[in-house]
């Protein structure tokens, strides 16, 4: 079989699809779970603090390529049947959920700690002072750096390629195995990354820079 | 075997692992210190009056930061050869992480360079020190100070992403567990060692990068 460049550059962006399903699922449950951290990251319970701290660290200190091994070869040991696409989207949640938690926090903790006296002095619960009063004004500075964050996600989703999921570059490389052309596989493959990215990251700068004229 | 971990493998492959790790510190401190060389000339051409030269730079260091390390390491291995360049593998991971870390690098170091008040530079000259010893000895430390952190971070970053070049065949930490595991079968117990020594490595790099740091550039860095 013949293949043209426009048949590589259709069958890698068909397959660019799977990077962007994987990167929503990540962001969607890495939010979920990273909100979830950071909630127990900022308890008053220094044991809770101190676990969530540790996984953070753990998994910031840690290759996400081998946390995806540790998933795979993992989840069957508790008797999980595993797929590729679900040992991509577990790992990268847990991964992102770390990340996602650690930003959160940096900005919850740069609103004045006034804040929290009022939320309390309205006779707040904790969990409803962060809800209603904490988590609205955070959300704005939150924004940018959240975006940013997208940016490494969509990155990272490559690396699922090894444990054997169907996304973008492990399509390039069967695509270089039929094709004998890796230049313009991977260099297209790139390419496509990049188109993805880079928007991310002007709109990331330019909502960092609207807020730091507000 | 009933209920005893079975740990003889470690005794076997004990020294595999360990050359791995060998390696692993052997690709961050040559890609750290030729990516440093790297992001000085960059941020300075950032930095520079020429148009085209500031474009290029620009281009280069949003492409990178906008694709995934393991797209560059694939087209610098597999794709570079067709325009007659051959790599070995490890010359090809130490260039895929130089080019990355230098990308991130530039950026960093110019955010330091521009913190660095202008009237630094004029009271160098009035001193009549030329221009490179200007920037080495005054501009240059100030800066690092400024930006170490961030610094760290990247490189620390960068160590924990080379685990990806295990998959051309680089003999690192993450390819020795990979070895072991395929002759073991014992995969979560083998990957699991390998994420720990990852954990250790990054806390000991930090320290690392902060004592040089405060040598190089005096207390008060890091």
């Given at each position: 079989?013949?293949?043209?460049?426009?048949?590589?550059?259709?069958?890698?962006?068909?397959?660019?699809?799977?990077?962007?399903?994987?990167?929503?699922?990540?962001?969607?449950?890495?939010?979920?779970?990273?909100?979830?951290?950071?909630?127990?990251?900022?308890?008053?319970?220094?044991?809770?603090?101190?676990?969530?701290?540790?996984?953070?660290?753990?998994?910031?200190?840690?290759?996400?390529?081998?946390?995806?091994?540790?998933?795979?070869?993992?989840?069957?040991?508790?008797?999980?049947?595993?797929?590729?696409?679900?040992?991509?989207?577990?790992?990268?949640?847990?991964?992102?959920?770390?990340?996602?938690?650690?930003?959160?926090?940096?900005?919850?903790?740069?609103?004045?700690?006034?804040?929290?006296?009022?939320?309390?002095?309205?006779?707040?619960?904790?969990?409803?002072?962060?809800?209603?009063?904490?988590?609205?004004?955070?959300?704005?500075?939150?924004?940018?750096?959240?975006?940013?964050?997208?940016?490494?996600?969509?990155?990272?989703?490559?690396?699922?390629?090894?444990?054997?999921?169907?996304?973008?570059?492990?399509?390039?490389?069967?695509?270089?195995?039929?094709?004998?052309?890796?230049?313009?596989?991977?260099?297209?493959?790139?390419?496509?990354?990049?188109?993805?990215?880079?928007?991310?990251?002007?709109?990331?700068?330019?909502?960092?820079?609207?807020?730091?004229?507000? | 075997?009933?209920?005893?971990?079975?740990?003889?493998?470690?005794?076997?492959?004990?020294?595999?692992?360990?050359?791995?790790?060998?390696?692993?510190?052997?690709?961050?401190?040559?890609?750290?210190?030729?990516?440093?060389?790297?992001?000085?000339?960059?941020?300075?051409?950032?930095?520079?009056?020429?148009?085209?030269?500031?474009?290029?730079?620009?281009?280069?260091?949003?492409?990178?930061?906008?694709?995934?390390?393991?797209?560059?390491?694939?087209?610098?291995?597999?794709?570079?050869?067709?325009?007659?360049?051959?790599?070995?593998?490890?010359?090809?991971?130490?260039?895929?992480?130089?080019?990355?870390?230098?990308?991130?690098?530039?950026?960093i170091v110019?955010a330091g360079l521009d913190a660095v008040?202008?009237?630094?530079?004029?009271?160098?000259?009035?001193?009549?020190?030329?221009?490179?010893?200007?920037?080495?000895?005054?501009?240059l430390p100030q800066a690092m100070r400024a930006i170490f952190p961030a610094l760290?971070?990247?490189?620390?970053?960068?160590?924990?992403?080379?685990?990806?070049?295990?998959?051309?065949?680089?003999?690192?930490?993450?390819?020795?567990?990979?070895?072991?595991?395929?002759?073991?079968?014992?995969?979560?117990?083998?990957?699991?060692?390998?994420?720990?020594?990852?954990?250790?490595?990054?806390?000991?790099?930090?320290?690392?990068?902060?004592?040089?740091?405060?040598?190089?550039f005096?207390?008060g860095v890091?």
């Open positions: 079989m013949e293949f043209t460049f426009w048949d590589i550059l259709r069958n890698l962006l068909l397959a660019a699809r799977w990077t962007i399903v994987l990167s929503i699922a990540g962001f969607i449950c890495g939010g979920a779970g990273g909100l979830l951290l950071m909630a127990l990251r900022i308890a008053r319970s220094p044991a809770i603090r101190t676990s969530a701290r540790l996984y953070i660290e753990l998994f910031q200190g840690t290759p996400l390529l081998l946390q995806l091994f540790l998933v795979f070869f993992g989840l069957p040991l508790i008797g999980l049947n595993v797929r590729p696409w679900l040992a991509a989207g577990v790992g990268l949640t847990l991964s992102a959920s770390a990340y996602l938690a650690e930003i959160w926090r940096g900005c919850v903790e740069a609103l004045p700690a006034g804040q929290w006296d009022a939320a309390a002095a309205l006779g707040l619960h904790r969990r409803y002072q962060l809800q209603l009063v904490i988590l609205p004004q955070a959300l704005r500075i939150a924004v940018p750096p959240t975006v940013g964050f997208l940016v490494q996600l969509v990155k990272s989703t490559a690396l699922t390629s090894i444990i054997g999921f169907d996304e973008l570059l492990r399509t390039g490389n069967v695509i270089t195995n039929a094709t004998f052309a890796p230049f313009t596989v991977y260099g297209v493959v790139a390419l496509v990354y990049f188109a993805v990215c880079f928007p991310l990251t002007l709109l990331a700068r330019r909502l960092e820079l609207r807020l730091s004229r507000a | 075997m009933a209920g005893r971990p079975d740990f003889t493998w470690l005794e076997v492959y004990g020294v595999a692992l360990l050359s791995g790790v060998v390696t692993t510190i052997e690709l961050i401190v040559v890609t750290t210190l030729l990516s440093f060389v790297l992001s000085v000339l960059g941020a300075a051409a950032r930095r520079s009056d020429v148009a085209w030269c500031r474009a290029a730079v620009g281009g280069y260091v949003e492409l990178i930061r906008n694709t995934p390390f393991i797209a560059q390491l694939f087209f610098i291995y597999f794709g570079l050869p067709s325009l007659g360049l051959h790599l070995n593998a490890m010359p090809a991971a130490i260039l895929a992480m130089t080019i990355n870390l230098g990308a991130y690098g530039t950026e110019r008040a202008p009237g630094q530079n004029e009271a160098g000259r009035a001193l009549g020190l030329r221009p490179p010893i200007i920037f080495l000895r005054i501009v760290a971070s990247q490189i620390v970053i960068t160590m924990l992403e080379s685990s990806v070049v295990s998959v051309i065949a680089v003999r690192d930490l993450t390819y020795q567990a990979d070895l072991i595991q395929s002759r073991t079968f014992q995969a979560f117990r083998i990957y699991l060692l390998a994420t720990l020594i990852y954990l250790a490595l990054s806390v000991l790099l930090r320290r690392i990068l902060g004592f040089s740091a405060r040598r190089l005096g207390a890091g």
